[in-house]
């Protein structure tokens, strides 16, 4: 692992909620992280489906973690800020949330996120997100 | 309890991320709803306070449970979408996320949502959301 | 007219779009900012109603005046993003933006937006707006 | 001009803040609409760049537009709400705004929306949009 993917890694490890919720990092690369979680019960609303606020947590991360893959080495990320469209239930058998960053300034990170429900190897976008992270000195 | 608080409760215990969250309802009323969450481990992020996943998903349901009181009986309620503010780390021993009801109109209710950290008795606004939800024919 | 009342009248006087649209400065109070716009035919949108756009303008100018009246004497203030929701069609015969800070922080302030539509004295709400200023050496 | 172009040319000449602010139809296209505005004084803000109402006017309307390219012949639209990052002052000679449809369901189009500002040939992005929008009986 290069030192980015290190940080990220770590820092991903040290959320309890991500543990809570089942989910793993799929990928980290410069401005984009994709993080994937398995549908699970522990996670639905009332009729079954995988609830917004579950979702809306998985891609938040990625946006955030994102975010960190370009920030100053003495940052660390904050999430000021979202806005979640939900296109449609939330039904599938995993989901994967991709956090790209849009764009990089010095104090502020503008990033979107896109959460795809998978029923076997075909998806269907769900969620949208459109994300402002603030770099802060660690 | 009265029809409108019967439905909110009853909907509200299906929901299998309220309970792995460790939230409850603590006021249902017309146009407005309350849920609280204790603080855990189990919903941190990197630096162990509460993730922003963990209160949006709080906020979100209280958001639309009180579009839900409001709501014609035949119809069920979805979050088509919402953007939320986070003020200030999710520091505190108790969270309680109040969803209120701005405007409902026959389609959409657009309601706002604030989330509350307590430490002992006093508390501080750590989030303020905007949320639009539909009413669907159930 | 106090400093603040001062440099926030300059600033309004020098923005171009604001006399476009024929708004003027109704309010100018700490972390408070209320400007009003008569209806005209050259701010409609397709049905004669006017247009989300010009709303939008003013409030956004609004919340970033509000901001400006708690901002650091030394520094200017730039929108960052917001979200708006429309609650009803912009009908009347004036309208009146009132943007308020909800939350200054060192280099971020959250303020949220309200604009009211009045057919002679009695007015409705039609939109709602929650915004984040930057704080930016001037 | 087949219909779609029609209906949306008709609308958009009918629009007074449009011609207020010197917007002109740059392109219409199933699920994609493109507006395009002249630099002007007239549209400034304080420091003598476009004003952010400004931009998010025309970028209002491109994914309002973009959102009726789709909708049912008998639906008119309306935009509920939409949130918009400003990623840098609005520079430029001229702005294009770009509307396009990401998800069209039975009542709500969601639209993205982007804001490029030309200096010359060149672009920056200076702007992201994420919006909804309702289709209305007509």
Do not use: W
Request: aromatic share 6%.
């Amino acid at each position: 692992m290069n030192p980015v993917e290190e940080r990220v890694t770590r820092s991903f490890r040290s959320q309890g909620l991500m543990a809570t919720l089942g989910a793993e990092l799929a990928l980290v690369a410069s401005g984009e992280v994709r993080i994937a979680v398995p549908f699970s019960t522990h996670l639905s609303q009332q009729h079954g489906y995988v609830h917004a606020g579950a979702i809306t947590s998985v891609v938040d991360s990625a946006c955030g973690y994102a975010a960190l893959t370009v920030a100053p080495p003495d940052c660390d990320v904050v999430t000021a800020e979202f806005k979640i469209n939900f296109l449609r239930p939330a039904i599938g058998d995993r989901f994967l949330a991709i956090g790209k960053v849009e764009n990089a300034g010095k104090l502020l990170t503008v990033c979107s996120g896109e959460v795809r429900a998978f029923a076997g190897s075909s998806y269907k976008v769900i969620a949208i997100m459109q994300a402002t992270i603030v770099n802060v000195r660690a």
